[in-house]
């Protein structure tokens, strides 16, 4: 069973959902994300579940990997 939830976000947070995730596609988005906070009190078992997606690894691993590029250009 679905339900509706309207919550308010600034805009360029929509603007970025809207243009990364695509229409149609934030509130599967959103409930993916919170998921696993909201329905597994044990964090290790819900890393364990979110592992086994390896579409969402592999991007995962992507990102931090540019994330680390975009360190290594940095002056201390």
């Given at each position: 069973m679905k339900k509706k939830l309207t919550i308010t976000v600034d805009k360029e947070v929509y603007e970025g959902l809207y243009q990364e995730v695509g229409k149609g596609k934030i509130s599967k988005f959103i409930q993916e994300l919170v998921?696993?906070?909201?329905?597994?009190?044990?964090?290790?078992?819900?890393?364990?579940?979110?592992?086994?997606?390896?579409?969402?690894?592999?991007?995962?691993?992507?990102?931090?990997?540019?994330?680390?590029?975009?360190?290594?250009?940095?002056?201390?």
């Open positions: 998921r696993p906070y909201v329905l597994h009190p044990d964090l290790e078992a819900a890393y364990k579940e979110m592992a086994k997606d390896r579409s969402r690894e592999g991007e995962a691993l992507e990102w931090a990997e540019a994330t680390i590029k975009d360190v290594g250009d940095e002056t201390w």
